[in-house]
């Protein structure tokens, strides 16, 4: 991609999980695919997350806040956990993981493309159906695990959000995916014996704690769907909804703001948009920080990756360049 | 070329048969289609995986509902809607529309009963 390419500025938007479309987010989408990009879409907000673009398509979309392709496929019945290792580290070696899966035999090809489809689907609902605060484009190939191939038109995502989102809106429960708590109703057995297998172990851990996203990890099924069953199973007298969990703590508007001057790109989107708002620095560090052992003393002390966390580029100052004291030692 | 569109494809292939469509049965979401666009698939979808939903439901514990089908007939189509696979609420469903002139409609659904397993495994 070019530099007149470049298609991003930072926006701030927010929303709350009742928004009918795609909003700001969407059209950001949009234009990305128009423009062809080739990298990841980085949404900040909550729960935020990452999407892929190939070429102007989307290939996967990861959020902390929807169960992955990788836990679908980790259901029983699907791959077993041995047989996913082997196939893991053989494309380790040289190769993409959804072609070593089909090579295999462990999944087919068109079952592999659906299951990945609905994943991403579930995870762009979950990304617009909650905050979302800015986004920005790191053009670069995506790095991720199982990309969707060919990848998902930006028009049919949206459209597909955009329905789930009318869909949220128009639940008899009102059921709000990551707040309400759903909570089993004591029934008689023999109400319990007509129940199908995915019902009960849905009451099995309706344990007055767990949201529909909970549910939807423990369960390794869509968010949306265990949605849908929530609300069917509420109708039904199966479950009472709440309480609901508080909201998640948004991040304070106050404190240093650093823009992304260390990057050309975010130079040139600031220069070109006049923005006088800038980019908080929030994104998560490459690497985790690893515990090294500092000498004989067996003393240990914090490396954190280049690109942490200012609070973690500030333990790394701390530890790897201490102070000398005023003491004279 | 996409897997699902080559699987559904051969489905298309069979003589009479004018759209066909791979459906989320958790979700109502239409994941692949082939054939005449005409009809909105993203709006029919979820009334469809409700119906399978229903029909997988409705027998009670321990029955198989492995090669259950939903159809509805009008006076010039037969609309076919098969279960794949369902296990723990997912799930998903083929869905046909026959054209009731063009074909035999037992051959039709033989050729797709046929077609069925090999759907998703290739």
Redesign the interface.
């Known amino acids: 991609m070019t530099e007149s390419q470049e298609p991003v500025f930072p926006f701030r938007a927010t929303g709350g999980p009742r928004r009918m479309t795609a909003g700001p987010l969407g059209e950001m989408l949009t234009e990305y695919a128009a423009r062809g990009l080739s990298g990841t879409v980085r949404v900040i907000g909550d729960p935020g997350g990452l999407v892929h673009f190939s070429q102007g398509g989307v290939v996967a979309v990861e959020t902390p806040g929807a169960p992955g392709p990788e836990l679908l496929l980790s259901?029983?019945?699907q791959i077993s956990g041995s047989s996913w290792a082997l196939a893991y580290a053989a494309a380790a070696a040289g190769g993409q993981l959804t072609a070593e899966l089909v090579r295999r035999k462990l999944i087919?090809?068109?079952?592999?493309?659906?299951l990945l489809?609905?994943a991403l689907?579930?995870a762009m609902f979950v990304l617009t159906a909650g905050q979302v605060d800015s986004c920005e484009a790191e053009v670069a190939e995506p790095v991720c695990l199982l990309p969707l191939d060919?990848p998902a038109d930006v028009s049919w995502l949206l459209?597909?959000t955009s329905?789930?989102l009318a869909?949220l809106t128009t639940l008899p429960s009102q059921l709000v995916p990551d707040r309400d708590r759903v909570t089993a109703k004591a029934r008689p057995l023999d109400q319990r014996?007509?129940?199908?297998?995915?019902?009960r172990?849905?009451l099995a851990l309706a344990n007055g704690r767990r949201t529909a996203r909970d549910l939807a990890f423990a369960?390794g099924?869509?968010v949306?769907?265990?949605t849908?069953?929530l609300d069917r199973m509420h109708a039904a007298g199966l479950l009472a909804i709440g309480p609901r969990r508080g909201a998640a703590p948004v991040p304070p508007l106050t404190g240093p703001l650093v823009t992304r001057a260390e990057t050309a790109a975010a130079g040139h989107r600031a220069g070109t948009a006049g923005q006088a708002e800038a980019v908080r620095e929030i994104s998560p560090p490459r690497e985790l920080p690893r515990r090294r052992a500092a000498g004989r003393g067996g003393a240990h002390h914090a490396e954190a990756a280049p690109s942490g966390s200012a609070l973690l580029r500030v333990l790394r100052l701390g530890f790897s360049n201490p102070q000398p004291s005023d003491g004279g030692h | 070329m996409s897997a699902i569109s080559e699987s559904i494809g051969r489905v298309l292939r069979t003589p009479g048969i004018r759209a066909v469509a791979l459906v989320d049965m958790g979700t109502g979401m239409v994941v692949g289609s082939a054939g005449d666009q005409t009809m909105d698939l993203m709006a029919a979808g979820p009334g469809l995986a409700e119906e399978a939903r229903l029909a997988v439901r409705s027998p009670g514990p321990g029955v198989s509902v492995d090669a259950a089908t939903v159809t509805t007939m009008t006076a010039r189509s037969l609309y076919l809607t098969k279960i794949l696979e369902y296990s723990g609420g997912e799930g998903l469903l083929l869905y046909a529309d026959i054209d009731l002139a063009q074909t035999n409609v037992a051959l039709a659904t033989l050729q797709i009963d046929r077609l069925s397993p090999e759907l998703l495994a290739s």
Do not use: M, N
Request: glycine share 10%; proline share 5%.
């Open positions: 259901r029983p019945g087919g090809a068109a079952r592999l493309e659906a489809r609905i689907a579930d060919p459209a597909e329905r789930r869909v014996a007509r129940l199908d297998d995915a019902q172990d849905v369960l099924r869509g949306f769907a265990v849908g069953e």
